[in-house]
């Protein structure tokens, strides 16, 4: 497994690699149907206003999708746009959303084009970040491009609260548990 996954090549460990699959396949398994479940609910004038439940499987989709998405961008970043040795996003792209404006905010992350970045968070010499959030579902997609790794985080059904970083709070508890874990 590791030669044909060139595992230990690029940094990693079968065990870790085992790890991270094993993670990601429950989480994926668990948001794939709690998801639409909650967005779905009669809430009764809750946080965010029910969808009704003849979407309950477009919405199940509409997650899944977005996990899909989330993925392959948070790879090909980390990656510096490539894929397997194919060029998929140029690396002008990837550093211009990369590259950090000045000043730097008083939460201590700098702003880039699209994404934000932070020295030190998740005990990363230097992550880019991006959330997100919609009808209660609190997102947040990061990579360390030193390392070449990410996590993407999809929630729903938890509480809006925020970090010191401006993360989900829920968000950044997750993702702080699987750098840890992968590191």
């Not at 990656?79 to 792209?93: F, P, R, V």
Request: aromatic fraction near 10%; include cysteine; glycine fraction near 12%.
């Amino acid at each position: 497994m590791d030669k044909f996954f060139k595992i230990s090549e690029r940094g990693s460990s079968v065990r870790t690699e085992i790890v991270g699959g094993i993670t990601t396949f429950f989480a994926m398994a668990y948001i794939i149907f709690v998801n639409p479940n909650t967005l779905c609910a009669d809430l009764g004038g809750g946080f965010f206003p029910a969808i009704p439940g003849e979407l309950w499987t477009p919405v199940m989709v509409a997650t899944c999708a977005s996990a899909a998405i989330g993925c392959i961008l948070t790879a090909l970043l980390a990656n510096d746009g490539c894929y397997e040795g194919l060029q998929l996003l140029k690396a002008s792209t990837v550093e211009l959303m990369e590259q950090r404006c000045e000043p730097q905010l008083p939460d201590g992350s700098w702003q880039a084009l699209s994404l934000r970045s932070q020295d030190g968070l998740y005990g990363r010499d230097r992550l880019y970040y991006h959330t997100g959030s919609a009808y209660g579902v609190f997102n947040c997609m990061s990579y360390d491009p030193d390392t070449r790794d990410g996590v993407v985080v999809l929630t729903s059904g938890a509480s809006g609260a925020r970090d010191g970083q401006g993360i989900y709070a829920v968000c950044g508890e997750i993702s702080r548990y699987i750098y840890d874990t992968i590191a």
